[in-house]
C-alpha cells in the first residue's frame, strides 16, 4: 500500500508543538522562586523535580482512546465544544493513515475532581473511581474527540460525523451517510477497533470473485496496523492546582483553532461552584425563548464585569478573574434579570421583536446596564429617554466600531443617568443626512435598514391594496422577508432602464402582502394606486400615512416620477426618525452606513 508506509514511533522533538524534555537546570531560581520555563516547573539548578514536573511518554492512539471512553482521562468542563468540521475530522484521521505527525496533547493528572464532559464525539463516558487520580485533557481535545469518535462511535444517526469509513481503492476517508452495509472495499473506521469485526470483512474480502482482493485486504491490514501502533507524545503535568494549571491552557490553546474570550475565561475563573459557559447558557437559554437567540456570549461577558463593578472592555472583562465563584454566581443571576427586563423594553416599547431586528448587537448591552442599575421601574420620563437613546444610536450608526474609549464614556454615562444626575443619556450622535434614505439600499442585513424597518413597523402598516393591518412580527424576525416589497415595482423600474441600485434603496421598500405584490405585479404606480384608493375610497389616505406616504410621495407617485416619489418620501422619513430620535432641528448630520462592527 503506498499511502501507508510502515509504523514508526517519533520522538517527542519530532511533534511539531511538542513540549521539550523537562530539564530543571535551565531554569534557575528567581530570588529563592522556583521559576515556571516553557510549561513545566522547576526546582533550583540541580534539585530533584516537583511532583507537578511535565512527565513525557509516547502512547498508542488506540489506548488514548479506550481511557477517554472508559473514563481514565477526562474532558474538564472548562474546555471549549467540539468544533471541528468534517474536513478537518477526515484530515486529521488521513494525517494518521499515512504516518504524518499529528502534535502532542497534554494531560493534568491530579486528584482535585473537576466537573468533566460525560460525552466525548457521541459517545457516553463511563464514571471513574472518586479516590483514584484524574487524567484532564488539557491540549489535544479536538484530536482526541476524532479519534474517539471514528474509533468507536456506534451511534444511529447516518450523517453523524462520526459515520466515517475508508474506501480501500480510493484510498480515502469519507462519511457514508448510511447505516447500510458497504461494499467490502469500503471499511468503517469503527472496525479498527473491533477486531472480529474488521477480520470477518477480511475473511469475506477474500471469497469475493474481484480480481484485486488481495491488494485491498493488503491496504485494509495496513490500515488496521497503522491505527493499532501509531503513537503520539503526550506530556502528563503533575498534581498542580486549577489556579496554576488555567494560565498553562491559556497559552497552549492560543494557537490552532483560536479560542474566544469566554473560553480562556472560562478556564481562568472555572471551579466547582461557578463555570462561566453554564453561567451564560442559562441567560442565553433565556433569551433564546424571547427570539433574542442571537445574543453574543461576549455581549453578555462585558454585563457580567459591569455588573461586578468594572467595565465593557476586554481589560475590564479580565477583572472577572480576581473574583470570587460566590460573587460571579451573583452577577450572574442579577446580569440574567437585566437582561430579561432589556428584551422586555425592546420588544414592549420598540417593537424589537427579536435579536434579529435590533440594529446593532451591543444596544442591549447598555440597556441592560440600565436596567441592572435601575432595580425598581424606570419613570415614564426615564423611558421616554431610553427610547430615544435606542433610536439615535440606531439611525447615526453610533455603534459601528465600538471602541474601548466609547464603552467607558457610554459606562459612564449609564451610571449618570441611572443615578438621577443625568435626565438623558448622554450621547454625541449625528442625526443622518436627509438623502440617507434614497441614496442607501435596504440590505435585512445591514443595521440602518433594520432600524428603517422598525421605523415602519411603528406606524402600524396596512396593506396598500386591502387596507388589512400587516403583521410586521414575522418580518422583522426576517423569517419571512417577503413581505418587503417595491413601492415602485420592480419590474415596472427596470423597464423605465432604472438600475438596481437605484431600484432597491430604503426609501422604495414598504410592508406588502406577498398575495398584494403578486397583483400589482409589473404595473406602473398610478395604475395600481388608482385601482386601490378606488377600492378603499376614504381609508386609502389612512393606508398611505401608515406606511409614510405623505400627500406629495403620493402625488409624485400617481404621476410615475420616482424621482420626485424618493424625494418626498425621504423627508418623511427623515421627519420621522427625527421625532423618534428627539432631534432638534440643529442637531449635526452626517453620512452612516449602518455597519455594525466590533472594533474590539
Keep these: 500500500m503506498a499511502s501507508i508506509r510502515s509504523p514508526r514511533s517519533p520522538t517527542l522533538t519530532e511533534w511539531p508543538g511538542a513540549p521539550r524534555r523537562p530539564c530543571p537546570s535551565h531554569a534557575p531560581p528567581v530570588n529563592g522562586t522556583p521559576r515556571y520555563n516553557g510549561g513545566m516547573t522547576t526546582g533550583t539548578a540541580g534539585s530533584t523535580p516537583h511532583l507537578n514536573d511535565p512527565k513525557p511518554s509516547v502512547d ?3 489506548e488514548l482512546a479506550r481511557r477517554i471512553v472508559t473514563g481514565d482521562i477526562l474532558l474538564p468542563k472548562f474546555q471549549r465544544e467540539f468544533v471541528w468540521k468534517s474536513k478537518r475530522v477526515l484530515a486529521l484521521l488521513d494525517s494518521i493513515a499515512k504516518g504524518y505527525p499529528i502534535g502532542s496533547i497534554l494531560l493534568w493528572r491530579t486528584r482535585q475532581e473537576l466537573k468533566s464532559e460525560k460525552k466525548i464525539a457521541d459517545l457516553d463516558v463511563a464514571n471513574q473511581q472518586a479516590e483514584y487520580p484524574f487524567n484532564y485533557l488539557l491540549d489535544g481535545q479536538q484530536r482526541l474527540s476524532t479519534i474517539c ?15 466515517i469509513a475508508y474506501d480501500l481503492r480510493a484510498e480515502n476517508f469519507f462519511h457514508p451517510n448510511t447505516l447500510e452495509e458497504l461494499p467490502l472495499y469500503q471499511m468503517r473506521v469503527n472496525k479498527l477497533s473491533n477486531p472480529s469485526g474488521f477480520f470477518g470483512q477480511i475473511a469475506q474480502l477474500a471469497l469475493h470473485a474481484s480480481p484485486d482482493k488481495d491488494e485491498l485486504a493488503a491496504r485494509a491490514k495496513a490500515l488496521f496496523d497503522r491505527f493499532k501502533d501509531y503513537k503520539i507524545a503526550v506530556v502528563t503535568l503533575g498534581d498542580m492546582s486549577i489556579k496554576d494549571v488555567a494560565p498553562i491552557f491559556e497559552r497552549i490553546n492560543s494557537q490552532g483553532v483560536p479560542l474566544t474570550r469566554v473560553d480562556l475565561l472560562r478556564a481562568a475563573t472555572w471551579s466547582k461552584e461557578f463555570d ?85 448587537a451591543n444596544q442591549i448591552t447598555v440597556l441592560a446596564e440600565c436596567f441592572r442599575l435601575l432595580p425598581t421601574s424606570p419613570s415614564p420620563a426615564q423611558y421616554h429617554a431610553m427610547r430615544e437613546w435606542f433610536w439615535q444610536t440606531s439611525f447615526s450608526g ?50 440602518l435598514s433594520k ?47 432604472v438600475t438596481s441600485s437605484q431600484i432597491n434603496v430604503m426609501a422604495n421598500i414598504v410592508y406588502l402582502t406577498s398575495a398584494s405584490n403578486k397583483t400589482i405585479s409589473g404595473k406602473k404606480p398610478s395604475q395600481y394606486l388608482r385601482e386601490a384608493e378606488s377600492r378603499l375610497g376614504s381609508e386609502f389616505e389612512a393606508v398611505l400615512q401608515s406606511n409614510l406616504i405623505p400627500p406629495s410621495a403620493f402625488d409624485a407617485a400617481v404621476r410615475d ?40
Aim: hydrophobic residues 40%.
Design 60 to 62: 498508542r492512539i488506540d
Design 276 to 360: 462561566l459557559n453554564e453561567a451564560i447558557g442559562e441567560i442565553q437559554e433565556e433569551l433564546d425563548e424571547k427570539g433574542f437567540r442571537e445574543i453574543e456570549s461576549k455581549s453578555i461577558l462585558r454585563n457580567l464585569s459591569a455588573s461586578q463593578g468594572g467595565g465593557f472592555s476586554i481589560e475590564d472583562v479580565e477583572h472577572l478573574r480576581g473574583h470570587t465563584p460566590q460573587a460571579r454566581l451573583e452577577a450572574a443571576k442579577i446580569t440574567k434579570l437585566a437582561y430579561q427586563r432589556a428584551v422586555d423594553f425592546l420588544v414592549s416599547e420598540l417593537g424589537v421583536v427579536s435579536s434579529y431586528a435590533l440594529p446593532y
Design 149 to 163: 469518535g471514528a474509533l468507536f462511535w456506534n451511534g444511529s444517526d447516518p450523517k453523524s460525523l462520526w459515520n
Design 398 to 447: 453610533y455603534f459601528s466600531g465600538w471602541n474601548t474609549g466609547q464603552m467607558t464614556t457610554d459606562l459612564a454615562s449609564v451610571r449618570a443617568f441611572a443615578s438621577g444626575a443625568k435626565p438623558r443619556i448622554p450621547l454625541v450622535a449625528a442625526r443622518p443626512v436627509e438623502t440617507t434614505w434614497r441614496d442607501r439600499p435596504f440590505r435585512t442585513n445591514n443595521a
Design 451 to 497: 432600524a428603517f424597518a422598525l421605523v415602519l413597523a411603528a406606524q402600524a402598516p396596512r396593506d396598500l391594496l386591502t387596507g388589512q393591518r400587516i403583521d410586521t412580527s414575522a418580518s422583522l424576525s426576517w423569517i419571512n422577508q417577503k413581505e418587503f416589497h417595491h413601492f415602485f415595482p420592480k419590474k415596472w423600474l427596470k423597464s423605465q432602464d
Design 561 to 600: 416620477d420616482y424621482e420626485a416619489f424618493l424625494h418626498a418620501r425621504s423627508q418623511a422619513i427623515d421627519e420621522t426618525a427625527a421625532r423618534l430620535a428627539g432631534w432638534p432641528e440643529n442637531v449635526a448630520r452626517a453620512i452612516v452606513d449602518g455597519e455594525d462592527e466590533d472594533s474590539e
